[in-house]
């Protein structure tokens, strides 16, 4: 039987507002006369969704240009100021907050620095608070034109439960946190305010993906190299609704085993490649072959002494140990992204980070050249690798275009007041019936 098409007026509607934002985010300033061919609508569709926008604020004239014989034509943009994200990262050495408006400028930021054994949940939560009050008020946003808060945090993320989304951080011990749940309890905002939690590679990929080094590319992965290592892998970008929209993908790519009976990860597992390629036990490593950090120095400090080491700006002698130690990390990070390429076979592959952004320009050739000899010729061949263009606050731009991407996805509404669901609540009735049956 032929399958009867769903769609409703307002879903074309609305697929027709995403379809006008998207191009004008991405590729504008542009006409309405170029809209209607960059899009795909009619011109009397355009002219409805462009008055539409325009009417809810959310365009705004850019400028005239000439054209060819005929009247000058207005140039169209989306209107940074229509509406405030916050991104958020809960990364490994810092808790880092951002307001920015659609255009991604920065309107203020604020960081919480952890220590080693920082990952307490409560304490998080708290930073997270404190930060959104504070980059609130220094920007002087109000609560009403966010569209969201979008936080990228390690480990899985498990969405749909009854109190929003819960993160799995195995390796800093969170075990089931309801972190959506959590953060209504306690950041100020209003009680409909929505939260996009999701892994932090993956917001890194995001990011890359729709302003880096990812822009243009179909399939691509993304790699998190910080403390430990994560990865994002886009395929088919083109396809997506959105440009280069992440997938669900291998953010746990730190876990896969890369020697068996090897090191202990901190997940607790033996030889997953962030035993030999995060930044933590990377030190480990160097530490046990002799290398010493200063004292007191946190883990950012002891990279850049590590790399010191190696590679010394005073016409020294580089250390043979740290040499050693970061080659053996090239070597490791190389195979484990060659494992993406035989998987995969993205055409590029971006190294970002704040360890791989400060180790990159050192590693960049051996990783390339360990990546290509432990990958089949075919996708190795039509691999690049290269760094990351956004920065080690990559993460924190990825975080807030989760809320962004759902606004555009519906249409520049914002999202329906989100509402925990109790126990029993929402459920079909054949669900407690069969759950109570007992076996006779």
């Known amino acids: 039987m032929a399958e009867h098409n769903r769609r409703t007026v307002r879903d074309l509607r609305r697929g027709n507002r995403t379809a006008v934002l998207q191009r004008l985010y991405f590729d504008g300033p542009m006409s309405r006369q170029a809209l209607g061919p960059a899009t795909g609508l009619s011109s009397g569709s355009v002219s409805n969704v462009v008055a539409e926008l325009t009417a809810d604020g959310l365009l705004q004239e850019a400028g005239i240009v000439e054209s060819d014989g005929g009247r ?5 943009r989306v209107a940074p100021g229509a509406g405030r994200l916050i991104g958020v990262d809960v990364g490994e050495t810092k808790v880092r907050v951002e307001a920015f408006d659609l255009a991604m400028e920065e309107l203020a930021r604020t960081e919480r620095l952890l220590s080693h054994d920082g990952y307490d949940v409560d304490l998080i939560v708290r930073h997270i608070a404190d930060g959104v009050a504070e980059v609130m008020d220094e920007a002087g946003i109000d609560p009403e034109t966010l569209l969201g808060v979008g936080v990228g945090v390690p480990g899985i993320v498990e969405g749909g439960t009854p109190r929003g989304a819960v993160v799995h951080g195995q390796t800093i011990g969170w075990d089931a946190v309801p972190l959506e749940h959590l953060l209504r309890g306690a950041v100020d905002l209003p009680e409909g305010t929505s939260y996009y939690i999701d892994n932090g590679a993956k917001a890194l990929g995001q990011a890359e993906m729709w302003f880096g080094g990812g822009r243009g590319a179909r399939d691509a992965a993304i790699v998190l190299f910080g403390s430990g290592v994560g990865a ?7 396809v997506s609704a959105l440009p280069g929209r992440p997938h669900d993908s291998p953010g746990e790519w730190g876990h896969l085993t890369v020697s068996v009976r090897g090191r202990r990860c901190r997940c607790g597992a033996l030889g997953c490649l962030e035993a030999y390629a995060g930044s933590e036990a990377l030190l480990e490593r160097w530490q046990e072959a002799g290398g010493r950090l200063p004292e007191g120095a946190s ?3 002891g990279v850049t002494a590590l790399l010191a080491a190696a590679q010394p700006q005073d016409g020294a002698r580089p250390d043979p140990v740290a040499v050693a130690v970061l080659d053996e990390t090239a070597e490791y990070l190389g195979a484990g992204i060659s494992d993406l390429i035989n998987l995969f076979g993205p055409e590029r592959v971006l190294i970002g980070g704040w360890a791989g952004l400060q180790l990159g320009p050192y590693l960049l050739p051996k990783v390339r050249t360990y990546a290509r000899d432990y990958s089949l ?4 061949a039509r691999v690049t690798i290269e760094l990351g263009r956004l920065g080690p606050d990559a993460v924190t731009v990825g975080a807030a275009t989760l809320p962004l991407a759902d606004f555009f996805a519906r249409g520049g509404r914002r ?3 989100a509402r925990e669901t109790g126990e029993g609540e929402g459920t079909p009735d054949w669900e407690g019936v069969i759950g109570n049956r007992v076996p006779r």
Do not use: F, M, S, Y
């Not at 000058?72 to 169209?76: A, D, E």
């Open 415 to 417: 999202a329906e007041p």
């Open 299 to 301: 883990e950012e400090a």
């Open 232 to 238: 994002c892998i886009v395929t088919g970008g083109a």
């Open 72 to 76: 000058p034509r207005t140039l169209l």
């Open 377 to 380: 010729k075919h996708p190795a």
